[in-house]
Protein backbone atom coordinates (compact mmCIF):
# COMPACT_ATOMS: atom_id res chain seq x y z
CA UNK A 1 0.00 0.00 0.00
CA UNK A 2 1.07 3.69 -0.29
CA UNK A 3 2.80 5.28 2.31
CA UNK A 4 2.42 8.38 3.38
CA UNK A 5 5.20 11.03 4.05
CA UNK A 6 5.18 12.31 7.56
CA UNK A 7 7.18 15.94 8.38
CA UNK A 8 7.56 17.66 11.61
CA UNK A 9 7.31 21.50 10.83
CA UNK A 10 9.62 22.95 13.34
CA UNK A 11 10.49 26.67 14.48
CA UNK A 12 14.06 27.46 16.49
CA UNK A 13 12.73 30.17 18.20
CA UNK A 14 10.14 31.30 21.29
CA UNK A 15 6.98 29.83 19.22
CA UNK A 16 5.83 27.28 17.18
CA UNK A 17 4.15 28.67 13.64
CA UNK A 18 1.27 29.21 15.84
CA UNK A 19 2.02 32.49 17.70
CA UNK A 20 0.46 32.39 20.70
CA UNK A 21 2.20 28.90 21.91
CA UNK A 22 4.72 30.23 24.04
CA UNK A 23 1.79 30.95 26.51
CA UNK A 24 0.11 27.27 26.00
CA UNK A 25 0.76 25.52 29.71
CA UNK A 26 1.99 22.38 28.43
CA UNK A 27 4.95 24.14 26.23
CA UNK A 28 8.28 24.26 27.04
CA UNK A 29 10.64 26.83 27.18
CA UNK A 30 13.47 25.18 26.50
CA UNK A 31 14.17 27.25 23.02
CA UNK A 32 17.39 28.26 24.26
CA UNK A 33 18.47 24.96 24.93
CA UNK A 34 20.30 22.05 22.99
CA UNK A 35 18.16 19.35 25.04
CA UNK A 36 15.00 21.03 23.98
CA UNK A 37 15.92 20.74 19.96
CA UNK A 38 17.40 16.75 20.52
CA UNK A 39 14.22 15.92 22.49
CA UNK A 40 12.35 17.10 19.40
CA UNK A 41 14.36 14.85 17.19
CA UNK A 42 14.17 11.99 19.36
CA UNK A 43 10.41 11.95 19.97
CA UNK A 44 9.88 12.07 16.18
CA UNK A 45 12.34 10.07 15.03
CA UNK A 46 10.24 6.76 17.81
CA UNK A 47 7.44 7.99 15.32
CA UNK A 48 9.26 7.18 12.56
CA UNK A 49 9.23 10.50 10.57
CA UNK A 50 10.84 11.53 7.19
CA UNK A 51 11.75 14.66 8.25
CA UNK A 52 12.14 17.20 10.44
CA UNK A 53 12.54 20.85 9.00
CA UNK A 54 13.09 24.42 10.48
CA UNK A 55 11.56 27.37 9.08
CA UNK A 56 13.28 30.29 9.44
CA UNK A 57 12.86 34.34 8.91
CA UNK A 58 15.77 36.44 8.42
CA UNK A 59 14.33 39.67 10.31
CA UNK A 60 11.92 40.13 13.56
CA UNK A 61 8.46 41.35 12.78
CA UNK A 62 9.06 44.89 11.96
CA UNK A 63 6.48 45.88 9.53
CA UNK A 64 3.36 46.70 11.81
CA UNK A 65 3.42 50.52 12.86
CA UNK A 66 7.17 50.49 11.47
CA UNK A 67 8.75 49.07 14.85
CA UNK A 68 9.21 45.69 16.53
CA UNK A 69 7.67 46.46 19.59
CA UNK A 70 4.86 44.45 19.35
CA UNK A 71 6.25 41.49 18.00
CA UNK A 72 8.89 41.72 20.89
CA UNK A 73 6.04 42.23 23.84
CA UNK A 74 3.79 39.75 22.48
CA UNK A 75 6.95 37.16 21.27
CA UNK A 76 5.16 37.08 18.05
CA UNK A 77 8.32 34.93 17.13
CA UNK A 78 11.34 37.89 17.56
CA UNK A 79 13.73 34.92 18.21
CA UNK A 80 15.09 32.72 15.37
CA UNK A 81 18.31 30.38 16.10
CA UNK A 82 20.75 29.89 13.36
CA UNK A 83 19.83 26.53 11.80
CA UNK A 84 23.03 24.99 10.52
CA UNK A 85 23.84 25.00 14.39
CA UNK A 86 20.20 23.86 15.28
CA UNK A 87 20.83 21.11 13.26
CA UNK A 88 24.53 19.84 14.30
CA UNK A 89 22.63 19.08 18.15
CA UNK A 90 19.74 16.89 16.49
CA UNK A 91 21.78 15.69 14.26
CA UNK A 92 24.14 14.32 17.10
CA UNK A 93 20.54 13.22 18.95
CA UNK A 94 19.33 10.83 16.10
CA UNK A 95 19.85 8.28 14.19
CA UNK A 96 17.56 7.96 10.68
CA UNK A 97 15.40 11.27 10.50
CA UNK A 98 15.77 13.98 7.86
CA UNK A 99 17.03 16.99 8.86
CA UNK A 100 15.94 20.31 6.85
CA UNK A 101 16.45 23.93 7.42
CA UNK A 102 15.46 26.87 5.18
CA UNK A 103 17.55 29.17 3.46
CA UNK A 104 17.12 31.92 1.51
CA UNK A 105 18.27 32.29 -1.62
CA UNK A 106 17.89 36.29 -1.75
CA UNK A 107 20.25 36.69 1.03
CA UNK A 108 22.79 33.67 1.11
CA UNK A 109 25.00 32.95 -1.39
CA UNK A 110 25.30 29.63 -3.55
CA UNK A 111 28.81 28.78 -1.90
CA UNK A 112 27.73 28.95 1.23
CA UNK A 113 24.28 27.22 1.15
CA UNK A 114 26.14 24.61 -1.06
CA UNK A 115 28.60 23.61 1.55
CA UNK A 116 26.15 23.97 4.45
CA UNK A 117 23.88 21.25 3.07
CA UNK A 118 26.68 19.03 1.99
CA UNK A 119 28.82 19.39 5.20
CA UNK A 120 25.42 18.24 6.91
CA UNK A 121 24.62 15.66 4.69
CA UNK A 122 27.59 13.98 5.10
CA UNK A 123 27.63 14.15 9.31
CA UNK A 124 24.41 12.88 8.94
CA UNK A 125 24.84 10.14 6.62
CA UNK A 126 22.60 11.25 4.20
CA UNK A 127 19.46 13.07 5.98
CA UNK A 128 19.74 16.70 4.57
CA UNK A 129 17.30 18.88 3.20
CA UNK A 130 16.99 22.55 1.80
CA UNK A 131 13.88 24.03 2.23
CA UNK A 132 14.15 27.02 -0.65
CA UNK A 133 12.63 30.21 -0.07
CA UNK A 134 13.18 33.73 -2.05
CA UNK A 135 11.98 35.74 1.53
CA UNK A 136 9.25 37.68 1.41
CA UNK A 137 9.32 41.34 3.66
CA UNK A 138 10.86 44.55 3.59
CA UNK A 139 12.46 43.57 7.03
CA UNK A 140 14.27 40.80 5.90
CA UNK A 141 15.98 43.27 3.31
CA UNK A 142 17.15 45.72 5.93
CA UNK A 143 18.52 43.46 7.37
CA UNK A 144 20.89 42.79 4.50
CA UNK A 145 21.70 46.45 3.33
CA UNK A 146 18.89 46.87 1.19
CA UNK A 147 15.38 48.82 1.50
CA UNK A 148 13.20 46.99 0.03
CA UNK A 149 13.07 42.82 -0.80
CA UNK A 150 13.40 41.95 -4.72
CA UNK A 151 10.11 41.99 -6.81
CA UNK A 152 7.80 38.60 -6.45
CA UNK A 153 9.14 37.33 -10.25
CA UNK A 154 12.41 38.35 -9.87
CA UNK A 155 13.25 36.63 -6.87
CA UNK A 156 12.62 33.56 -8.48
CA UNK A 157 14.74 34.52 -11.56
CA UNK A 158 17.29 34.41 -8.61
CA UNK A 159 16.84 31.25 -7.19
CA UNK A 160 16.82 29.73 -10.19
CA UNK A 161 20.25 31.02 -10.39
CA UNK A 162 21.05 30.41 -7.53
CA UNK A 163 20.01 26.41 -7.56
CA UNK A 164 21.76 26.21 -10.92
CA UNK A 165 25.03 26.92 -9.25
CA UNK A 166 24.62 25.20 -5.90
CA UNK A 167 23.73 22.17 -8.33
CA UNK A 168 26.85 22.52 -9.86
CA UNK A 169 28.86 23.08 -7.11
CA UNK A 170 27.31 19.63 -5.43
CA UNK A 171 28.09 17.65 -8.68
CA UNK A 172 32.02 19.70 -8.78
CA UNK A 173 33.13 16.71 -7.25
CA UNK A 174 32.50 13.33 -8.92
CA UNK A 175 31.14 10.35 -6.44
CA UNK A 176 34.52 8.39 -6.46
CA UNK A 177 36.84 11.17 -6.66
CA UNK A 178 38.48 10.51 -2.85
CA UNK A 179 41.15 8.33 -3.76
CA UNK A 180 43.25 8.55 -0.20
CA UNK A 181 46.21 6.07 -0.84
CA UNK A 182 48.71 6.59 1.92
CA UNK A 183 51.75 4.63 -0.07
CA UNK A 184 50.94 6.54 -3.44
CA UNK A 185 50.19 10.21 -1.57
CA UNK A 186 47.40 10.67 -4.21
CA UNK A 187 44.86 12.10 -1.65
CA UNK A 188 42.16 13.10 -4.63
CA UNK A 189 42.12 12.58 -8.26
CA UNK A 190 42.19 15.86 -9.68
CA UNK A 191 40.30 14.71 -12.86
CA UNK A 192 37.48 13.98 -10.90
CA UNK A 193 37.18 17.48 -9.29
CA UNK A 194 36.08 20.24 -11.14
CA UNK A 195 35.45 23.78 -11.22
CA UNK A 196 32.03 25.12 -12.48
CA UNK A 197 33.11 28.67 -13.47
CA UNK A 198 29.47 30.07 -13.68
CA UNK A 199 28.90 33.38 -14.43
CA UNK A 200 25.60 34.55 -14.63
CA UNK A 201 23.39 37.77 -13.92
CA UNK A 202 22.85 37.56 -10.60
CA UNK A 203 26.12 35.00 -9.06
CA UNK A 204 29.56 34.01 -10.27
CA UNK A 205 31.49 31.57 -8.65
CA UNK A 206 34.00 29.81 -9.68
CA UNK A 207 34.16 26.29 -7.70
CA UNK A 208 35.15 23.25 -6.70
CA UNK A 209 33.16 22.93 -3.53
CA UNK A 210 35.56 22.38 -0.55
CA UNK A 211 33.09 19.28 0.24
CA UNK A 212 33.14 16.50 -1.75
CA UNK A 213 30.02 14.49 -2.99
CA UNK A 214 28.04 13.69 0.08
CA UNK A 215 25.89 10.77 0.19
CA UNK A 216 22.65 11.47 -1.20
CA UNK A 217 24.49 13.18 -4.55
CA UNK A 218 22.38 16.15 -3.41
CA UNK A 219 20.75 17.16 -0.19
CA UNK A 220 16.38 16.83 -0.90
CA UNK A 221 15.13 20.16 -2.03
CA UNK A 222 12.08 21.39 -0.40
CA UNK A 223 9.66 24.70 -1.47
CA UNK A 224 7.02 25.99 -0.80
CA UNK A 225 6.25 28.67 -3.24
CA UNK A 226 2.18 29.02 -4.37
CA UNK A 227 1.80 31.56 -6.82
CA UNK A 228 2.24 30.44 -10.64
CA UNK A 229 5.24 31.55 -10.48
CA UNK A 230 6.59 29.30 -7.34
CA UNK A 231 4.43 26.42 -8.80
CA UNK A 232 6.92 26.51 -12.06
CA UNK A 233 9.72 26.97 -9.97
CA UNK A 234 8.89 24.30 -7.78
CA UNK A 235 8.23 21.72 -10.95
CA UNK A 236 11.56 22.63 -12.05
CA UNK A 237 13.36 21.95 -8.94
CA UNK A 238 11.65 20.38 -5.89
CA UNK A 239 11.93 17.17 -4.70
CA UNK A 240 9.26 17.77 -1.75
CA UNK A 241 6.55 20.77 -2.23
CA UNK A 242 5.59 22.05 1.27
CA UNK A 243 1.48 23.61 0.49
CA UNK A 244 -0.49 25.67 2.64
CA UNK A 245 -4.18 24.66 1.47
CA UNK A 246 -6.87 25.42 4.05
CA UNK A 247 -8.91 22.60 2.77
CA UNK A 248 -9.36 19.25 0.62
CA UNK A 249 -10.82 20.91 -2.52
CA UNK A 250 -8.36 23.80 -2.30
CA UNK A 251 -5.64 21.09 -1.83
CA UNK A 252 -6.70 18.61 -4.85
CA UNK A 253 -6.81 21.25 -7.13
CA UNK A 254 -2.87 22.66 -5.97
CA UNK A 255 -1.95 18.74 -5.72
CA UNK A 256 -3.48 18.48 -9.68
CA UNK A 257 -2.17 21.35 -11.10
CA UNK A 258 0.91 21.10 -9.44
CA UNK A 259 1.50 17.00 -10.77
CA UNK A 260 0.71 18.54 -14.02
CA UNK A 261 3.25 21.40 -14.28
CA UNK A 262 6.13 18.71 -12.93
CA UNK A 263 5.01 16.64 -15.67
CA UNK A 264 5.27 19.55 -18.29
CA UNK A 265 8.61 20.32 -17.22
CA UNK A 266 9.83 16.60 -17.98
CA UNK A 267 9.80 15.16 -15.01
CA UNK A 268 7.92 12.28 -13.26
CA UNK A 269 5.38 13.48 -10.98
CA UNK A 270 5.35 10.77 -8.68
CA UNK A 271 8.87 11.61 -7.88
CA UNK A 272 7.48 15.06 -6.36
CA UNK A 273 5.87 14.28 -2.56
CA UNK A 274 3.24 17.34 -2.02
CA UNK A 275 2.47 18.02 1.59
CA UNK A 276 0.19 20.23 2.97
CA UNK A 277 1.07 21.59 6.49
CA UNK A 278 -1.42 20.37 9.04
CA UNK A 279 -2.13 21.41 12.41
CA UNK A 280 -3.35 17.96 14.68
CA UNK A 281 -5.33 18.62 17.76
CA UNK A 282 -5.73 15.30 19.92
CA UNK A 283 -7.26 13.81 22.76
CA UNK A 284 -7.82 11.05 24.71
CA UNK A 285 -10.96 11.91 23.73
CA UNK A 286 -13.11 13.22 21.43
CA UNK A 287 -14.40 16.31 24.13
CA UNK A 288 -10.94 17.01 25.62
CA UNK A 289 -9.54 17.10 22.02
CA UNK A 290 -12.30 19.57 21.32
CA UNK A 291 -11.73 21.59 24.53
CA UNK A 292 -7.71 21.40 23.79
CA UNK A 293 -8.87 22.92 20.28
CA UNK A 294 -10.59 25.56 21.91
CA UNK A 295 -7.85 26.69 24.11
CA UNK A 296 -6.13 26.85 20.95
CA UNK A 297 -8.33 29.06 19.44
CA UNK A 298 -9.46 31.16 21.74
CA UNK A 299 -7.34 31.71 25.07
CA UNK A 300 -3.78 32.53 23.71
CA UNK A 301 -4.56 34.72 20.24
CA UNK A 302 -3.28 38.13 20.91
CA UNK A 303 -4.96 40.14 18.20
CA UNK A 304 -1.61 42.66 18.03
CA UNK A 305 0.37 39.20 17.55
CA UNK A 306 -1.52 38.31 14.83
CA UNK A 307 -1.31 41.77 12.77
CA UNK A 308 2.06 42.15 13.35
CA UNK A 309 2.17 38.48 11.79
CA UNK A 310 -0.21 39.62 8.80
CA UNK A 311 1.46 42.70 8.37
CA UNK A 312 4.99 40.80 7.88
CA UNK A 313 3.47 37.70 5.97
CA UNK A 314 1.98 39.94 3.33
CA UNK A 315 4.78 42.84 3.73
CA UNK A 316 2.47 45.91 3.99
CA UNK A 317 1.35 47.70 7.33
CA UNK A 318 -1.80 47.23 9.01
CA UNK A 319 -1.76 49.70 11.51
CA UNK A 320 -3.93 52.46 10.06
CA UNK A 321 -6.51 50.57 8.90
CA UNK A 322 -9.45 49.54 11.47
CA UNK A 323 -10.10 46.07 12.67
CA UNK A 324 -13.26 46.15 10.14
CA UNK A 325 -12.49 47.14 6.86
CA UNK A 326 -12.84 44.49 4.43
CA UNK A 327 -9.49 42.51 2.20
CA UNK A 328 -10.38 43.47 -0.68
CA UNK A 329 -9.15 42.20 -4.31
CA UNK A 330 -7.45 45.23 -5.11
CA UNK A 331 -5.53 45.40 -1.51
CA UNK A 332 -4.49 41.77 -2.02
CA UNK A 333 -2.97 42.14 -5.61
CA UNK A 334 -1.13 45.80 -4.16
CA UNK A 335 0.55 43.88 -1.72
CA UNK A 336 4.25 42.32 -2.51
CA UNK A 337 4.15 39.17 0.09
CA UNK A 338 2.58 35.55 0.30
CA UNK A 339 -0.67 36.80 -1.73
CA UNK A 340 -1.65 33.05 -2.96
CA UNK A 341 -2.05 31.96 1.32
CA UNK A 342 -4.22 35.21 1.81
CA UNK A 343 -6.51 34.55 -1.09
CA UNK A 344 -6.82 30.65 -0.14
CA UNK A 345 -7.44 31.87 3.26
CA UNK A 346 -10.07 34.63 2.95
CA UNK A 347 -12.16 32.03 0.15
CA UNK A 348 -11.78 29.80 3.01
CA UNK A 349 -13.13 31.74 5.84
CA UNK A 350 -15.78 33.98 4.01
CA UNK A 351 -14.80 35.64 0.36
CA UNK A 352 -15.76 39.26 0.16
CA UNK A 353 -17.01 39.84 3.57
CA UNK A 354 -13.59 39.03 5.02
CA UNK A 355 -12.75 42.21 7.16
CA UNK A 356 -8.97 42.56 8.75
CA UNK A 357 -9.84 40.87 12.39
CA UNK A 358 -11.52 37.80 10.76
CA UNK A 359 -8.17 37.77 8.63
CA UNK A 360 -6.12 38.24 11.80
CA UNK A 361 -7.62 35.63 14.09
CA UNK A 362 -7.44 33.13 10.95
CA UNK A 363 -3.26 34.55 10.76
CA UNK A 364 -3.05 33.84 13.89
CA UNK A 365 -4.51 30.36 14.39
CA UNK A 366 -5.69 28.49 10.79
CA UNK A 367 -2.52 30.15 9.59
CA UNK A 368 -2.67 28.19 6.08
CA UNK A 369 -3.79 24.31 6.99
CA UNK A 370 -6.18 22.21 7.86
CA UNK A 371 -6.97 21.81 11.27
CA UNK A 372 -7.35 17.59 12.19
CA UNK A 373 -9.25 17.42 15.95
CA UNK A 374 -10.26 14.26 17.75
CA UNK A 375 -8.97 10.60 18.70
CA UNK A 376 -5.91 9.21 17.21
CA UNK A 377 -8.81 7.34 14.86
CA UNK A 378 -10.46 10.67 14.38
CA UNK A 379 -7.54 12.09 13.19
CA UNK A 380 -6.11 9.35 11.38
CA UNK A 381 -9.40 9.16 9.40
CA UNK A 382 -8.81 12.75 8.23
CA UNK A 383 -5.06 12.03 7.32
CA UNK A 384 -6.23 8.96 5.41
CA UNK A 385 -9.17 11.06 3.96
CA UNK A 386 -6.72 13.66 2.00
CA UNK A 387 -4.18 11.04 1.52
CA UNK A 388 -6.15 8.71 -0.21
CA UNK A 389 -8.35 10.98 -2.58
CA UNK A 390 -5.42 13.16 -4.61
CA UNK A 391 -5.20 16.14 -2.06
CA UNK A 392 -1.31 15.18 -0.74
CA UNK A 393 1.12 12.56 -0.65
CA UNK A 394 1.23 12.97 3.40
CA UNK A 395 1.72 16.14 5.81
CA UNK A 396 3.68 18.51 7.63
CA UNK A 397 2.37 18.57 10.95
CA UNK A 398 2.13 22.01 12.77
CA UNK A 399 2.09 22.32 16.63
CA UNK A 400 0.03 24.10 19.01
CA UNK A 401 2.22 23.83 21.35
CA UNK A 402 5.64 22.08 22.00
CA UNK A 403 7.08 19.13 22.10
CA UNK A 404 3.35 17.99 23.53
CA UNK A 405 1.74 18.17 20.29
CA UNK A 406 4.32 16.18 18.45
CA UNK A 407 4.20 13.87 21.40
CA UNK A 408 0.71 13.48 20.94
CA UNK A 409 0.76 12.59 17.14
CA UNK A 410 3.62 10.09 18.03
CA UNK A 411 1.98 8.45 20.57
CA UNK A 412 -1.51 8.25 19.86
CA UNK A 413 -2.16 9.22 15.31
CA UNK A 414 1.16 7.29 14.32
CA UNK A 415 0.07 4.03 15.52
CA UNK A 416 -3.23 4.57 14.26
CA UNK A 417 -1.97 5.12 10.49
CA UNK A 418 0.91 2.56 10.68
CA UNK A 419 -1.92 -0.52 11.81
CA UNK A 420 -4.04 0.77 8.80
CA UNK A 421 -1.12 0.35 6.73
CA UNK A 422 -0.40 3.63 5.63
CA UNK A 423 2.25 4.67 7.33
CA UNK A 424 5.82 2.88 8.09
CA UNK A 425 6.98 0.81 11.36
CA UNK A 426 10.72 1.32 10.94
CA UNK A 427 13.07 3.44 8.85
CA UNK A 428 13.78 1.25 6.41
CA UNK A 429 16.15 3.23 4.39
CA UNK A 430 20.13 5.05 5.24
CA UNK A 431 19.09 8.00 3.59
CA UNK A 432 16.62 10.75 3.86
CA UNK A 433 16.16 10.09 0.24
CA UNK A 434 15.39 6.18 0.62
CA UNK A 435 12.67 6.60 3.08
CA UNK A 436 11.08 9.21 0.66
CA UNK A 437 11.65 6.68 -2.08
CA UNK A 438 13.36 9.76 -4.29
CA UNK A 439 16.19 8.48 -6.11
CA UNK A 440 19.79 9.86 -5.77
CA UNK A 441 20.71 12.50 -8.46
CA UNK A 442 22.70 11.38 -11.20
CA UNK A 443 25.71 13.77 -11.26
CA UNK A 444 25.76 16.93 -14.19
CA UNK A 445 29.08 17.90 -15.74
CA UNK A 446 29.24 21.72 -15.58
CA UNK A 447 31.82 24.23 -16.55
C1 LIG B 1 3.55 26.84 3.70
C2 LIG B 1 4.60 27.88 3.43
C3 LIG B 1 5.71 27.97 4.28
C4 LIG B 1 6.71 28.93 4.06
N1 LIG B 1 7.78 29.02 4.92
C5 LIG B 1 8.69 30.02 4.73
C6 LIG B 1 9.78 30.22 5.62
O1 LIG B 1 9.99 29.48 6.58
N2 LIG B 1 10.63 31.24 5.41
C7 LIG B 1 10.48 32.09 4.35
O2 LIG B 1 11.30 32.99 4.19
N3 LIG B 1 9.48 31.92 3.46
C8 LIG B 1 8.58 30.93 3.65
N4 LIG B 1 7.55 30.78 2.76
C9 LIG B 1 7.51 31.67 1.59
C10 LIG B 1 7.84 30.97 0.29
O3 LIG B 1 9.07 30.36 0.30
C11 LIG B 1 7.76 31.95 -0.87
O4 LIG B 1 8.82 32.86 -0.80
C12 LIG B 1 6.49 32.71 -0.81
O5 LIG B 1 5.44 31.77 -0.70
C13 LIG B 1 6.29 33.62 -1.98
O6 LIG B 1 6.15 32.89 -3.11
P1 LIG B 1 4.75 32.63 -3.79
O7 LIG B 1 4.22 33.98 -4.09
O8 LIG B 1 5.15 31.79 -4.95
O9 LIG B 1 3.88 31.90 -2.81
C14 LIG B 1 6.58 29.81 2.97
C15 LIG B 1 5.47 29.71 2.11
C16 LIG B 1 4.49 28.75 2.32
C17 LIG B 1 3.34 28.67 1.36
Known amino acids: MQQMALVGFMQAGNATVYAGSWRHPATEHGFLTSGYYAKLGRTLEEGCFDMMFFDDRLAMPGIYGGSVAEAVRHGARPVKLD ?52 SVNDSEAQNFGVEKVLGHDER ?156 ELMNYDFAGMPLDAPITDELIGSVSGIRGLVQNLRAHIGGDTVTLADLAGHRATLLQGPRFVGTGPEVADQMEAWFTTDACDGFVIAATHSPGAYEDVVRLVVPELQRRGVFRHRYEGATLRENLGLARPERVAHG
Not at 96 to 110: N, R
Not at 184 to 207: C, I, M, Y
Not at 259 to 287: C, F, H, N, Q, W
Request: aromatic share 10%; charged share 25%; net charge negative.
Open 83 to 134: LSIVLGVVAGATRSIGLGATYSTTYYSPFHVARTFATLDHLTGGRAAWNVVT
Open 156 to 311: YDRADEFLEATTALWDSWEDDALVLDRISGVFADPQKVHEVNLAGTWFSVRGPLTVPRSPQGRPVLLQAGSSGRGRDFAARWAEVIFTGDPDIDVARNHYKDQKERIAEDGRDPDSVKILPMAYTVVGESKAQAQEREQMFLHDFVDPMASLTLLS
